[in-house]
């Protein structure tokens, strides 16, 4: 069972709303049907009430005219049937004649009164009308009186029929009808309300088993992934949910061994110099030089440090900062001529031949640091990881849109399993070559960084023993 945190959150969650569906669909509709039945019961009745006392009255009416009633008016059968029609249907029955005097109530309350209404003075004019007040609760009717003439051509109103009947028995059937579809209306709205509440939390149960999941997930105890096969909805989430889950693992994994390598980088530089540091101390009577060559080569660890933090600095400094790059209009051919005149020495003491080509000039929006650090590295690596007098080659072209640099060697290659791993920080293919190279495995690293970050691309090809080829490509304009 979920628990509201507060009235918002309860109208906010999905249980409330299946409850709301339930009612909008069982509760509404048996209100307009209640509404609706009612008023078409009275419409009904009264419109059959009418048409009955109507035909009664046209048929009295045509008794009344022949009879020549309204000025005999003591034809007993027609007063008989007058005091019926008004007992049976409890209502009043008047004749009018010609000059609007009231010949005949069955009331006997207004015989000889004149009277003057909207209706009677239509009904004069040869209207039947019938009208129901359903405030007052009764139903009146004119029928003129009419009298044909022999030849039955021309027709003679002489007087109006009127009655008006109480609608009582109408509304109360009406009343008692309502009360009955009014219990069976809370009834209904009472069950859709029950079995509403029952079924959406029935609904909802999968996603509570869901959070559930996942808190066990959090804690790390019990299964690992999430699976609630109860709706597609709950298996495609889980799904989605699983894969983000491994990917973040992932992620994780790659933090963890990123700080440990970092700590084992760093302290490896450290412990070399502790090494060399008590040796020297440990010695009686050192000569001179072998404390040169010691101190010497401390200074080398020192030199590995610092490098390694600078590198460090700089990726972090990359992931921090990405997309503020310090964008100038450079040209390429003479950066990449200054990083190769940098580095010739290198190439020298290794006897590496190193030759650039251009093919065409160059300029495009770059970060000028960035930049060189990506080349230096891409460069300085074709070097370190040749063979003696092996060469370099080194290409400058570009089209319209970006500016492509080959970086091409005769070294030792890189073998296929490593070849995803490369841009891996601190990954090197062979640690104790490496090592000795002076290489931290973070170059790649940063090259890789940097590029990205121009909106570029990088990619090697590699055969082991062979050489390897860098190509890189950027866009000449720097897109934000
Ligand atoms: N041109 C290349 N030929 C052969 N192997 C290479 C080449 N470039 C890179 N590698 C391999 O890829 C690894 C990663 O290169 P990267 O530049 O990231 O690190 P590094 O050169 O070892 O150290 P750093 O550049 O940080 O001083 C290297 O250690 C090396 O094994
Ligand atoms: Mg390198």
Known sequence: MT?????????????????????????????????????????????????????????????????????????????????????????????????????RDTYNLDEGKTIISEEVIKSYYGQEISKYDSENRYIEMTVPLVRMDEDMEKKEIIGVFMVSVSTDSINLNSDYLGQTTLVIELVCSFCSIFFGCLIAAQLVKPFHKMSKSIEVIQTGYGADTLQINDYTETIQICEKFNEMLARMKVLDDSRQEFVSNVSHELKTPLTSMKVLADSINSMENVPVELYKEFMADIGNEVDRETKIINDLLSLVKMDKAAGTLNITNININELVELILKRLKPIAE??????????FRPVSADVDEVKITLAFTNLIENAIKYNRPDGWVHVSLNADHQYFYLKVEDSGIGIPEESLEHIYERFYRVDKSHSREIGGTGLGLAITRNAVLMHRGAIKVFSTEGEGTIFNVRIPLNYIS
């Open 3 to 103: 628990r509201f945190k507060n009235l918002v959150d309860f109208i906010k969650s999905l249980r409330f709303r299946l409850i709301l569906l339930f009612i909008l669909i069982g509760v509404i509709p048996s209100i307009l049907l209640r509404a609706g039945m009612l008023n078409s019961y009275e419409t009904r009745a009264v419109s059959i009430r009418t048409s009955e006392i109507l035909s009664q009255a046209k048929i009295l009416a045509n008794q009344i005219v022949s009879s020549d009633y309204l000025n005999s008016r003591d034809t007993a059968m027609i007063n008989v049937q007058l005091d019926q029609l008004s007992t049976i249907y409890d209502g009043r029955v008047m004749i009018i004649d010609d000059s609007f005097h009231i010949v």
């Open 349 to 358: 003491k290794q006897n590496v031949e190193l030759v650039l080509e251009s």
